[in-house]
C-alpha cells in the first residue's frame, strides 16, 4: 500500500506492529463468565420459610393423594380363596407330595364362595403363588430368549441346563421356567350356569407379538424325565401359548399372582361361584401355597391399601415438622447472615468476657 | 582524630552485599582462569549432594583437600582427546542420543498396561472381571463385565500414547540436530545422536551445546567463553567458561591433541565437576568453570572447541531432567482409609449373603433336587446327576465369590475416574483465571501436578523463598552518599527529562539497556570537570562503580542502526544494578577483556589495565580491583559490606566524611535498602611491587591457595579512604505486604527462608508486614551446638512468659488475643547446621510453632528442605514451599505443595513444582480461593461418590433376600453397569468441577472462611458414617415402599427392577440437587440431563426382544402405582437428610454458611462493619 507520508507511518507502523505483536504473544487467558467461574446463578438457601413451605406443599400434595388412593384400594373387590389344603383328600393328608404326583389320584375339587359385593367386568382371574422363588438365579438364569423368539435359534439352548434337550434334540421351549409352568385349571359357574372364561389377551401384547415366535411350535416338552407341569399343544405356536407367556414373566418377589383369565360378565351381590379345581400343580414338595384369586381392578391396580397408608403418614409427618418449624422459628430464630455467629467473631467476644 | 568509632549499631542493618552468593551457587570471577577452582565448592552445595547433614559447610581444608585428590583410576572415567575408539574401548559410555520417551512401539502395551495396573483400583477392577468369566460364577454377561475396565483402559492408553508421541517427536529432532565433530584432522557435521565421548567438537555463536564437554579453546584469545545456561539452572546471566592456558593456543586441524582427561562418573550436580588432564606430560585440574554442559548455549564468543566427557543420558543436564515427583493429594490417602472401610461393608454384605444362603441350602437339602425353581438333578442324559452343584461347601464358597462380583461397586471405582476428570477440570478453571495471569512475565498459571488441587484448600504452613519470591530481584539503585553528602534521587522526575544518559562515538550513540532514576545535582557533579575536591570524589565513586566488579558489557543492535544499546550481563543484579548507575552518570563500562576495561567517561573513552582482582568471599565480604590507569597511577578500588568496609577504613583521614555516610548507611539500611560502601586508595609503586610479587606467589601456590590469596587481599585492602555508599532497592513484588497479611488472617503461618542475611531478612520482613514494631524478636544465631541449646532453652522460656505476658495484657486491654502479640523466631543457617538433624529440632519445633512468623536467614538450599520436614514430620499439617530459585527446589519437592515463580530466575523451581505462577501475590487467590474451592468440591465428590455407589448396592443386596440368596438382581445387567458409568457420573463431576459454595469476593474479603480446610469441614469420619447411615436409610426407602406396594401382585422382576432403576437414579440426582450451592445452566443440564438419559436408556435397554426385559418399562410406565412409588421414594428417602440438613444449618451454622447467607442477602455491609472493627487488632499500626 503506497503511503504518502512514509516517514513517518513507518514508525507508528513499527509502534502498532510490535504492540499487536506482543496482543498475540500475550497468554492471558481470554475472559469469559464460564471461564472466570462468574455464570449467572441461582444460590437457593434452606431458609425457615422455603423449608417450612415445603413441608405445607408436600403435606398438602401428600394426604389428598393418599386418600385418594386409598379410596380406589377400597373399591377393589377382591376374593382370595386358597385351596391347596383343602383339595387334599383326608386319607392324603399324610401324602400330599404322593397324591399329587401321582397319576391315578382324582385332583378335582370343588370349592364354592358368595361375591361380597357387586363385581364389575371384567373380572379378573388370577392364581396366587407364595413361597415359590420365580426369581431364583438357577431358575431366572434357565431359559433361551433366542429360541422362543424364532424357529432359526432352535437350539440355542445353552443356557436352558438342566432342561435342555431330550435325546440330544432340543426341547422347545427350553429351560425351567417353561418347564415348571403352572397346570392348575379353574371351571366357575353361578347358579349352575358355567361362567365363559377368557383366556385371550391376558399375556403382554409386545411379548405375544415381538417375544415368543409366530413360527416356533413346542417339541420334546414334557416328554422324558421329570414331568414339571403343564403340557403344550404342539400345534400351537408360541406366540399364542398365553398362559406360557404370562408365566415366563417371571415374577419378581416369592409371592406373586398371575393372570389366568378374565370373566366378561358382572358378579352381583351374594351371588354363589363354584369353582372346580383341577388341583395338579405340585407346591406341596416344598411347602409353597396356591391360591384363586378374582379381583376387580381400579388405576392403582389391584387392592393394596400399602401406598395410601404410606402416602397419608407421609403426608401427616410433614404437617408435624412443618408445624415444629414453625414453632422453633417463632421462639428460637436466628438471624439469616447474622456476622456474630462467624467463629472468628465468636472467639473475639469470648475473649472481651 | 583517633577517637574510636562508635561501636557498631545496636541495630547494625548491614545490607545486602548480594554479589556472588546471592543464590548460595558460586559465580566465577573473572580472574579465575588462572587459578583454577579451588574455593567453588564453598559454594557448590548444590540440589543433589551427598551430605545428609543438611547444609554442613565445608571449610577451606575440606575442599583443599577434595580437589588435591586424586581421582582413582576405579572412579574415574577416562577419557582420550580425540580419540573416541579408544575411550570407548573399555567401556561402552552412553552415547549421545536421548530418548525421554517412556516407551517404543513394542513395549507400549505391555508396560503402559503394567504401570496403569499399579493403581489398586484397577486390579481390583480386573480380578472382579477376571472372577466374572468363570463357569461357577458368571453374573454378568462378557460384555457388562469388562465393558468399564476397558473403557478406562483405553481412555488413559490413547492420553499416554500421545503424550509419549509428541516426547519421541521432539527427542527425534533433539538427536538429528547437527554439530560440527572433528574427523580425520577436519570438522565435519555430524548429527548430534552419533556424537561419541572423547571426540573432539566445534562450536558456533548462539549454537546449543551437544553434550557434556570440557573447553580445549576459544576464539577468545584469553581463552573465555560465555555461555547462557537457562535451559539448565534457569539464570539467564552469562556465565563465563575457560580454556586452559596450556590448550588455547592449539588449533585440533593443525596440531594433533593428544591427552588424557581423568574425570569423575556421571553424576547431577550442575555445579560441580572433578577432573584432570593431562596434555603434553603435564597434568592440569578441571574445575567447573572449565566445562560447558549440554542444553546451554554459547553467547557472545566466535567459536569454542571441546572434548566430549558426557554423552546422551550421562549429561548433567539429562540426569537432572527428572520427571515430576509424585505427590497424592492428603484428601485421597484419608479417603483411602474410608475406602477400607467400604471394603469391610463389603465384606460383611458378601459373609450375610454368603452365610443365609448356606443356611437356605441346609434347611432345604431334601428338597433341592426336585424344587422347580431348583432342580438339582438332571435327568436330561439318561443317569440321573448333580447340574450345576458342586456340594454344599463349594456352593457357599461361590456365592460369596458372586456377591462381591455383584456388590463390586461399592468400591468405587469410578471414583478414581471422576477425581482424575474433576481435577482436570479444576485445573482449567485455575490456568484460565484471568487473576492468576502475570502481565510482567506474560505468565499464565501451570498446574504441573494433577493429583493435588484439593490440599490447596488445608493449607498451615507456607514456607516462601525471599528472592525473587517475595522481591522482584530487580535491583534498583536508588541514592548514593558521596563524600558525606546524601544525593537521593528525587522522585517525581519524568522519563523525558533524563531520557537516559548516551554517548556518540564514531556516530554510533550507545545506550545503557536500563534506565535509573537520576538526582540531578549529583548528574551536574558528574558531569562538571572541575577539579575541586567534590568532583573528584563523585568521579572516583563512579569510576569505582564501574570497575570493581565482574561485569560483562555486551554491545546489542537496535532496530536503529546509529544507536547501541549496552547490556551487562553479570551474576549479581546488585553489580548490574550498580554499573547502570554508574553508567547513566556517565561511567559507562564499555569494553572488559581479561587483561583490561575500557570505561567511557563523560564521552571520553579511557583504558584501565586490570593489574588484579580479588573476589568476594563470604569473610571478606568485600571485593577489591587494582587498576592501572591512564595517567599511569595504581589505584584499588573497593567495595563491600558495611560492617567489613568500615574497618579497613583510615579514620584519621576524613572523619566528617566517615561519621556522615554512616549516619547515611544506617538511614538507607531502615529503609530496606541493600547498602554498599566503596573506598579506594592509591599504591605507590613499592606497594604495588609487594602486593603484585606476593599475589603472584599466591595464584600460582599449590597448596592453600585460597588461604593464601585472601591475605594478600586482606593486606591490600587497608588504610582507605572512603568514597561513600550506595542503596540499592530490591522491590517487594507488587501487593507482597496484603497477601501475606491475608494469608496470615486465614491462619497460615509464613515462614521465610533466605539465603540473605539476617539484617536484610528482618527489613524484608518489616517491609512485607510480617513484623511489627509489637513483634517481639527472638534471634538465634550461635556457633556450636552448646550455644544453640542454650539459646533454644531460653527462647522457649521468652517465648512462654509472652505469651502469659500477652495474656495479662488482653485483661487489661480486653482487645487482644494471646495470638495477636506475636513473637517472631529469626534463625540462622550456621545455628541450623547444628540444630537440624540432632535432638535440638524437636525443641526448635516447639520454639517455632509458639511463635507467629519465623524467618530463617543464610539458609542453603537443603537447610530450606530440613526446615520443610521439620514441620511436616512433626504434624499432620498441610506445608506449602514458593520459591523461585534452583535453591529452592529441594524444598518445593519437599512440601506438600511446592509452588515455582516464573519470573527472573527462570525455570528449575517451575520444573520441579506442582504448581507455578507468575508472583507471590497469585498465593492469596489460589489458596483462598480455587484451593478452598477446590477442597469443597472435592470433599463433597468423594463422599457423594461413595454414597452414590453404596445405594445402590444396598438396594441389591436387600432385594438378595428375598431370592433364596442366589444374586439375582432385578436391575438389567446393563442398567447395573451403566449407572456408576452414565446414569451418575456427570453430575458428580459438574459439580465437582462448578460448584461454588462462596463467592471469590466473599473468600477474599474474608481470609478466615479459609479455616474449614484446616477444620477438616468438608471431608471428615463425621460426614463418612452420617452419610453411610443416610444411605442405608435411602436404600431402605427405595427398595421396601415397591416391595410392599407390589407384594403379592403381578409384578415382574424386569417392571420392578426398572422402577428400583430409575428411582434410585431419581434419588441419587435429587440428592445432589439438595446439595447443590449453585446452579449454573451446566448443574441443570448434568442433574436433569441424567435423569433423562436413564429414562432414555432404560427405555433402549427394553427395546431389546431378546432380553428378558421385553418392553417392561412401557407397561410399568403406564400404571399409576409407578409414579406414586416414585415420588413416595424421593420423598420418604430424602426427608431425614432434609430435616437434619435444615436444623443444622440453621441451628449450628459454619462460617461458609453464615457467609453464604450474607451473600445472599446482602448484609455483607454488617460483616464489613464487623471487619473494620477488627482491623486495628489485627494490623496494628507500626509505631
Known amino acids: 500500500m503506497m503511503n504518502p507520508n512514509g516517514a513517518s507511518s513507518s514508525d507508528g507502523d513499527g509502534a502498532s506492529h510490535s504492540s499487536s505483536a506482543l496482543k498475540k504473544n500475550s497468554k492471558k487467558p481470554k475472559y469469559s463468565r464460564f471461564s472466570q467461574q462468574e455464570l449467572p446463578a441461582c444460590k437457593p438457601i434452606l431458609t425457615p420459610g422455603l423449608v417450612i413451605s415445603t413441608f405445607v406443599v408436600v403435606s398438602f400434595l401428600f394426604i389428598p393423594i393418599g386418600l385418594v388412593s386409598l379410596f380406589a384400594s377400597e373399591r377393589v373387590v377382591e376374593i382370595k380363596e386358597r385351596y391347596d389344603e383343602d383339595c387334599i383328600p383326608s386319607n392324603y393328608t399324610k401324602n400330599v407330595v404322593g397324591y399329587i404326583q401321582s397319576n391315578e389320584t382324582n385332583k378335582t ?181 396356591k391360591r384363586l384369586v378374582l379381583s376387580t381392578t381400579t388405576w392403582i391396580g389391584g387392592k393394596n391399601d400399602f401406598l395410601g397408608i404410606a402416602y397419608i403418614s407421609i403426608g401427616g409427618i410433614c404437617l408435624f415438622f412443618a408445624i415444629s418449624f414453625i414453632l422453633l422459628y417463632v421462639i428460637k430464630p436466628r438471624p439469616l447472615g447474622d456476622p456474630s455467629y462467624l467463629s472468628w467473631n465468636k472467639n473475639t467476644a469470648a475473649n472481651m468476657k | 582524630m583517633d577517637s574510636k568509632r562508635p561501636a557498631e549499631n545496636s541495630l547494625n542493618i548491614e545490607s545486602g552485599f548480594a554479589s556472588t552468593t546471592r543464590r548460595g551457587i558460586a559465580a566465577n570471577s573473572v580472574r579465575e582462569v588462572n587459578f583454577g577452582d579451588q574455593h567453588h565448592h564453598h559454594h557448590h552445595r548444590g540440589v543433589s549432594t551427598k551430605h545428609v547433614r543438611y547444609g554442613s559447610r ?92 476397558a473403557f478406562v483402559l483405553l481412555v488413559t492408553t490413547v492420553k499416554d500414547a500421545y503424550e509419549d508421541y509428541r516426547r519421541h517427536r521432539s527427542d527425534r529432532i533433539e538427536n538429528n540436530r547437527l554439530a560440527l565433530v ?158 477400607i472401610v467400604l471394603s469391610v461393608f463389603l465384606i460383611a454384605l458378601c459373609t450375610v449373603v454368603s452365610v443365609c444362603a448356606a443356611v437356605w441350602l441346609r434347611r432345604h437339602r431334601h428338597e433341592l433336587d426336585f424344587l422347580p425353581f431348583y432342580r438339582r438333578k438332571n435327568y436330561s442324559k439318561g443317569k440321573v446327576e448333580n447340574y450345576n452343584y458342586y456340594g454344599w461347601g463349594m456352593e457357599i464358597f461361590f456365592t460369596f465369590l458372586m456377591s462381591v462380583i455383584v456388590f463390586q461397586i461399592m468400591i468405587p471405582i469410578s471414583l478414581y475416574i471422576s477425581m482424575e476428570l474433576v481435577r482436570v477440570g479444576q485445573a482449567y478453571f485455575m490456568i484460565r483465571d484471568t487473576q492468576l495471569y502475570d502481565e510482567t512475565s506474560n505468565s499464565r498459571f501451570q498446574c504441573r501436578a494433577l493429583n493435588i488441587n484439593e490440599d490447596l484448600g488445608q493449607i498451615k504452613y507456607v514456607f516462601s523463598d525471599k528472592t525473587g519470591t517475595l522481591t522482584e530481584n530487580k535491583m534498583e539503585f536508588q541514592c548514593a552518599s558521596i563524600g558525606g553528602v546524601d544525593y537521593s ?155 567489613t568496609m568500615l574497618s579497613v577504613i ?177 534463625v540462622d ?53 514458593i520459591g523461585d530459585g534452583a535453591n529452592d527446589v529441594s524444598m518445593i519437592q519437599m512440601a506438600d505443595v511446592g509452588v515455582g515463580i516464573s519470573g527472573q530466575e527462570g525455570r528449575q523451581a517451575v520444573m520441579a513444582s506442582d504448581f507455578a505462577m507468575g508472583q507471590f501475590r497469585f498465593l492469596v487467590p489460589l489458596l483462598l480461593v480455587h484451593g478452598h474451592w477446590n477442597y469443597q468440591r472435592m470433599g463433597y465428590a468423594i463422599l457423594y461418590n461413595f454414597y452414590r455407589n453404596a445405594v445402590f448396592v444396598f438396594v441389591l443386596f436387600w432385594y438378595v433376600l428375598f431370592t433364596c440368596f442366589s444374586l439375582t438382581t432385578a436391575i438389567t445387567e446393563w442398567s447395573s453397569v451403566l449407572y456408576s458409568v452414565l446414569y451418575t457420573s456427570l453430575p458428580t463431576i459438574v459439580v465437582g468441577i462448578l460448584d461454588k459454595d462462596l463467592g471469590r469476593r466473599t473468600l477474599l474479603k474474608y481470609p478466615q472462611l479459609y479455616g474449614a480446610g484446616h477444620r477438616q469441614e468438608c471431608y471428615n469420619s463425621k460426614l463418612f458414617w452420617l452419610g453411610m447411615m443416610d444411605t442405608v436409610w435411602q436404600s431402605l426407602a427405595a427398595f421396601f415402599i415397591p416391595v410392599f406396594a407390589y407384594w403379592g401382585s403381578t409384578v415382574d422382576s424386569s417392571s420392578i427392577g426398572d422402577l428400583w432403576t430409575i428411582a434410585v437414579v431419581i434419588l441419587v440426582n435429587l440428592h445432589l440437587a439438595m446439595d447443590v450451592i449453585r446452579w449454573t445452566w451446566t448443574t441443570h443440564a448434568a442433574i436433569w440431563g441424567s435423569i433423562v438419559a436413564t429414562f432414555i436408556c432404560v427405555s433402549v435397554i427394553d427395546a431389546f426382544p431378546s432380553l428378558v426385559g421385553y418392553w417392561a418399562i412401557f ?29 443444622y444449618q440453621y441451628y449450628s451454622p459454619c462460617d461458609v454458611q453464615i457467609a453464604r447467607e450474607a451473600e445472599k442477602f446482602g448484609n455483607l455491609r454488617e460483616l464489613g462493619a464487623i471487619q473494620k472493627e477488627m482491623d486495628p487488632v489485627l494490623d496494628r499500626p507500626q509505631r
Not at chain 1, 392364581?127 to 438365579?137: E, G, K, V
Not at chain 2, 604495588?688 to 593486606?715: D, P
Not at chain 2, 520443610?868 to 506449602?880: A, I
Open chain 2, 650 to 826: 583510615d579514620e584519621s583521614v576524613n572523619q566528617n566524611t566517615l561519621h556522615a555516610t554512616e549516619v547515611h548507611l544506617h538511614a538507607y539500611s531502615s529503609m530496606g535498602l541493600r547498602t554498599l560502601v566503596v573506598g579506594m586508595r592509591e599504591l605507590n609503586p613499592s606497594e604495588f611491587e609487594q602486593w603484585h610479587t606476593s599475589f603472584e606467589a599466591a595464584s600460582t601456590a599449590l597448596i592453600g591457595r585460597a588461604a593464601l590469596l585472601r591475605k594478600v587481599a586482606g593486606n591490600i585492602e587497608s588504610n582507605l579512604i572512603i568514597l561513600g555508599a550506595s542503596g540499592i532497592e530490591d522491590k517487594l513484588q507488587q501487593g507482597v505486604p496484603e497477601a501475606i497479611e491475608s494469608l496470615r488472617t486465614a491462619g497460615i503461618k509464613v515462614w521465610v527462608l533466605t539465603g540473605d542475611k539476617q539484617e536484610t531478612a528482618i527489613s524484608i520482613g518489616y517491609s512485607s508486614k510480617l513484623l511489627t514494631s509489637t513483634t517481639r524478636q527472638i534471634i538465634i544465631n550461635s556457633n556450636s551446638k552448646e550455644s544453640c541449646r542454650r539459646c533454644l532453652q531460653q527462647a522457649t522460656a521468652t517465648a512462654k512468659k509472652l505469651v502469659t505476658v500477652s495474656g495479662v495484657t488482653c485483661d487489661t486491654e480486653g482487645t487482644s488475643v494471646a495470638a495477636l502479640t506475636p513473637a517472631a523466631l529469626i
Open chain 2, 58 to 149: 565445608a571449610t577451606d581444608s575440606e575442599v583443599f583437600s577434595v580437589s588435591q585428590r586424586e581421582i582413582n583410576d576405579e572412579d574415574a572415567r577416562l577419557v582420550y582427546i580425540n580419540d573416541p575408539g579408544k575411550t570407548n574401548e573399555r567401556f561402552e559410555f552412553a552415547g549421545n542420543s536421548v530418548r525421554t520417551g517412556k516407551y517404543s512401539i513394542l513395549t507400549f502395551l505391555p508396560r503402559n498396561l503394567f504401570e496403569q495396573f499399579h493403581r489398586v483400583a484397577y486390579i481390583y477392577f480386573l480380578v472382579i472381571a477376571v472372577l466374572n468369566q468363570l463357569p461357577q460364577l458368571v453374573v454378568f454377561g462378557r460384555g457388562a463385565s469388562i465393558l468399564p475396565l
Open chain 2, 182 to 339: 572433528l574427523v580425520n584432522n577436519q570438522f565435519h557435521s555430524k548429527r548430534w545422536k552419533d556424537i561419541q565421548v572423547g571426540e573432539i567438537i566445534k562450536l558456533q555463536a548462539n549454537e546449543t551445546i551437544p553434550c557434556d564437554m570440557v573447553v580445549l579453546s576459544t576464539s577468545d584469545p584469553t581463552g573465555v567463553a560465555y555461555v547462557q545456561t537457562i535451559n539448565l539452572d534457569g539464570e539467564s546471566n552469562l556465565k563465563t567458561r575457560y580454556a586452559k592456558q596450556e590448550t588455547l593456543s592449539k588449533f585440533p586441524e593443525k596440531d594433533m591433541i593428544c591427552g588424557l582427561i581423568r574425570c569423575e562418573k556421571p553424576n547431577r550436580n550442575i555445579y560441580g565437576f572433578q577432573a584432570n588432564m593431562e596434555i603434553d606430560g603435564k597434568k592440569l585440574s578441571l574445575g567447573p568453570s572449565n566445562v560447558l554442559l549440554r542444553g546451554c548455549e554459547l553467547k557472545n564468543t566466535g567459536w569454542a572447541i571441546g572434548v566430549a566427557v558426557y554423552a546422551g543420558r550421562e549429561t548433567k543436564a539429562m540426569l537432572n531432567s527428572s520427571g515430576a515427583s509424585c505427590k497424592r493429594s492428603r484428601l485421597e490417602s484419608r479417603m483411602n482409609f474410608e475406602i
Open chain 2, 489 to 643: 534521587g528525587r522522585k517525581g522526575i519524568s522519563e523525558e527529562e533524563h531520557a537516559g544518559y548516551s554517548v556518540r562515538v564514531d556516530g554510533i550513540i550507545f545506550r545503557p539497556k536500563m534506565k535509573v532514576n537520576v538526582d540531578p545535582e549529583l548528574q551536574q557533579l558528574a558531569q562538571s570537570r572541575k577539579n575541586t575536591i567534590k568532583c573528584k570524589q563523585v568521579h572516583d565513586f563512579f569510576l569505582a562503580l564501574a570497575a570493581c566488579n565482574a561485569i560483562v558489557p555486551l554491545v546489542i543492535d537496535t532496530s536503529d542502526p546509529t544507536t547501541k544499546l549496552i547490556d551487562y550481563q553479570g551474576e549479581s543484579p546488585d553489580e548490574q544494578a550498580l554499573v547502570y548507575a554508574a553508567a547513566t552518570y556517565g561511567f559507562m563500562l564499555i569494553e572488559r577483556t581479561s587483561g583490561h576495561i575500557v570505561i567511557d567517561i563523560q564521552g571520553q573513552r579511557q583504558r584501565f589495565n586490570v593489574l588484579g582482582l580479588h573476589e568476594f568471599d563470604s569473610d571478606r565480604k568485600r571485593m577489591s580491583v587494582i587498576l592501572g590507569c591512564p595517567d599511569k597511577t595504581v589505584k584499588v578500588f573497593v567495595k563491600g559490606a558495611d560492617t
Open chain 2, 1115 to 1143: 407397561h410399568v410406565a403406564k400404571t399409576g402405582l409407578f409414579w406414586l412409588c416414585l415420588l413416595g421414594i424421593v420423598v420418604v428417602a430424602l426427608l431425614p437428610r432434609f430435616v437434619v440438613k435444615f436444623l
Open chain 2, 829 to 881: 543457617g550456621t545455628s541450623l547446621v547444628y540444630i537440624l538433624d540432632s535432638e535440638l529440632e524437636e525443641q526448635l519445633f516447639k520454639l517455632a510453632s509458639k511463635c507467629s512468623v519465623v524467618l530463617c536467614c543464610r539458609v542453603a538450599p537443603l537447610q530450606k528442605a530440613g526446615i520443610v520436614d521439620l514441620v511436616k514430620s512433626r504434624t499432620t499439617d498441610m506445608t506449602l514451599a
Open chain 1, 109 to 289: 375339587c370343588v370349592k364354592k364362595f358368595t361375591v361380597p359385593k357387586k363385581m364389575k367386568s371384567p373380572v379378573f382371574i388370577y392364581y396366587q403363588l407364595d413361597n415359590f422363588y420365580q426369581n431364583h438365579r438357577r431358575y431366572v438364569k434357565s431359559r433361551s430368549d433366542k429360541q422362543l423368539q424364532s424357529k432359526a435359534f432352535e437350539d440355542e439352548t445353552e443356557t436352558c441346563k438342566p432342561e435342555d434337550s431330550a435325546d440330544k434334540s432340543p426341547i422347545v421351549p427350553c429351560g425351567l421356567i417353561a418347564w415348571s409352568l403352572f397346570n392348575d385349571t379353574y371351571r366357575f359357574s353361578v347358579k349352575n350356569a358355567a361362567l365363559n372364561v377368557s383366556k385371550r389377551d391376558i399375556a403382554w401384547k409386545s411379548d405375544r407379538q415381538h417375544k415368543f415366535g409366530s413360527d416356533v411350535y413346542p417339541k420334546n416338552f414334557q416328554s422324558t424325565g421329570l414331568i414339571g407341569g403343564a403340557k403344550l399343544t404342539t400345534s400351537i405356536p408360541l406366540s399364542q401359548q398365553e398362559d406360557l407367556i404370562v408365566w415366563m414373566r417371571t415374577a419378581a418377589l416369592p409371592t406373586f399372582r398371575k393372570l389366568y383369565g378374565k370373566i366378561e360378565v358382572d358378579l352381583e351381590a351374594d351371588d354363589e361361584v363354584t369353582v372346580v379345581i383341577e388341583n395338579n400343580y405340585n407346591t406341596y414338595s416344598f411347602g409353597g401355597r
